[in-house]
């Protein structure tokens, strides 16, 4: 008997997310930290494993190092399985040619192999920068009901920011009659997540031909979507409703951050019936000094408090000293805000160091945008950074 | 450096220390500092002096630390040769399970017998404290000692068994006495030891055949002017888990930083995961001098407490000086003053309780107050 898996998944972790600047500079998007304690990548992978897919492959391209480390052998989201589990895939070198991706669909296309390691029924593809808790067996019901070809998920967002995605235009029944990839004039507000399910006989005989066609940019929204509809083949949208968001910049992944923040959070990391699975920092319990004042924030294990934090999230063993200020701010691990510091409407990304009563940041409303302090970098003191600066290197002032 | 050296943890040696905690569950089991368990302690220090294959002796209840345990992945001990070995009792018809020490340790001869290393450091799990293993083998060899036993300069013990060392200025015990009366400094005896995998073998062999019963009277104390029994002084932070009341103190001298540093300055002291969410501080809550675990949801008042895993503390609510453990719930209006709760305990809306630091209101496993 062949053993085989009904779904594997093929995540793409390969983007540079040149738009959250510093914080990629040495990592790629699906790597960068969020919520205190999550990396982005640790939602679609806890998506799959709670969803029961438990073969991932994982493509990544761009500084691939961390991300490899992070996932390493996939222990930490139940994906160390003796069969399947998750597994990096990385451009190689093939005995008539070896080249990096070129496109979503070229990705995945170079790693047909793998695929058909398990001998999969449906490929279910999707993308490692979105922030989202979504059930992908319900989806991949749907994707049998209807006897879908592919089905795209899709959610409604507001009709001024549909240009900013793929738009899908439906009939009634949920099927795809035309697929705009950021129109200017959008027809529906139905954006596709970026999250499809194949049946992957047919995925597998369009990425072939896509590959074939020396005029395709090998891409899945422009290319392989549109020649599947043009072909007539099935296509349906699967309506999601909850939350999600796109992280690829830096407000945006600012924004979803605070999202976890309240009594009644708009996205909630802490529900035991959906668990997010991440490495676990190894840092005893956070400490909350006699001086502190902590409102409205998420504070990580390790962490030694004695200022003030507001309406902020703090990563593993962050310090802030006696008389600093942490207010709508990000701080990822290991960075440390000195005594009478300021830090306010930020995001610090790991190991910063703010130096004694320097200032970064300036409060939202009168401020230019969020202040972004890349990697490890040191803020000298009483120097002032001011809102909407993005530094990744040593500041100690002009 | 890695040692070449295989542990021996006694998980429920000293359970009738806490017979509170100690009811459902091995003394290595019981929860301590907000996220551990004793046996957390020694056996990070163990796996940190290199140390890769450790026998965990049991005897009853320990279901709660086989959870705690489970591959031994976190620890680092899920390994091909060794790692994580449990060694229930072995009894056969005729025999119950072992009573003391040395018959526990009869019992765990073929473990030894098949191991390769060449030292034993065997650790009970009534200490928390940071301990370097392979400097205390390497003061064992210096010594050519037959047995490096670890102590701790206490005053005033109180405790219903230990033992107490009388060094030279070498180093060697001259005397060793069980329960010595009367108070004054010590050298207690913290459970740890080290000795030579043959050398540990043959005082087993020679103990079953002499059919001696006890390990600290009949081996030790009766042979200390035969045997080189050396004296490894810790000084360091060592918190003897002795009585309800000690352990109550030992989890709030964690609010001191010193001590929190030298324990958890490496960060290295390795405990289960839980995958909790990082603990969420509504507006509202105001939290003082205390230590906070992951998944804890505090609307409340919170001061000078340790706060397990998961722990939800409503609105209005005033903890003070309070051990609370993992996925205790206590709802709006409640204060709590020198209270130890066990795991899934839940205190209703507007209850008052208070104990005092001689003697915490102790409240038991999933109670409902």
Redesign the interface.
Known sequence: MQRKKECVAMLLAGGQGSRLYALTNNIAKPAVAF???YRIIDFPLSNCINSGIDTVGVLTQYQPLELNEYIGNG??WDLDRAFGGVHILSPYQGKKKSSWYEGTANAIYQNMSFMKMYNPEYILVLSGDHIYKMDYSEMLKAHKETGADCTIAAIEVPIKEASRFGILNTNPDGSIYEFEEKPKQPKSNLASMGIYIFTASKLFRYLEEDDANPESSKDFGKDVLPAMLNAGERMFSYRFKGYWKDVGTISSLWESNMDL???EPAFD??DPAW????R?P?????????T???????????C?IEGT?EHS?L?S?VVVEEGALVKDSVIMAGSVIKKGAKVVYSILDENVVVEENATVGEESGKSSGIAVLGRAITIGEGVTVEGGKILDKDYKGE | MAVSAVGVIFSNIHDENIPELSRHRTMASIPF???YRLIDFALSNMVNSGITTVGLVTKYNYQSLIDHLGSG?DWDLARKDGGIILLPPYSDETDAPYSNRLEALKGITGFLNRRKEDYVVISDCDGVARMDIADIIRYHEEKRADITMVTHRERDINSNYFIALSPDETGRVRDLQINPIGSGDVNLYVNVMVVSREFLLNIIKDAIAHGLSSFGRDILAKNVDTLRIYDYDFDGYYAGVKSLKSYFKHNME??N?GI?DE??GA????TK???????????????????????C?I?GR?ENC??FRGVKVGKGSVIKNSVIMQDTVIGSGVHLDCVITDKNVVIRDRRHLSGCEELPYFISKGRMI
Do not use: C, W
């Not at chain 1, 190894?282 to 006699?290: C, D, M, R, S, T």
């Not at chain 1, 502190?292 to 390790?302: F, H, T, V």
């Not at chain 2, 960060?267 to 390795?270: G, P």
């Open positions: 919520g205190a304690k222990q930490p923040l309240g009594d990391v802490g668990k997010i699975h991440s676990n190894l840092a005893p319990p956070e400490y909350i000094g006699e502190a004042k902590i409102d409205n924030s998420m504070i990580a294990l390790g030694e934090v999230l990563a063993n | 500092g907000g996220r992945k964690l609010l930083k929190r324990l958890f960060r290295d002291i390795y995961v839980r995958d909790s969410a990082p603990t969420k501080y509504f507006t509202g809550a105001e939290v003082k001098d205390s230590l906070i675990s992951d998944g949801i609307e919170v340790i706060l």
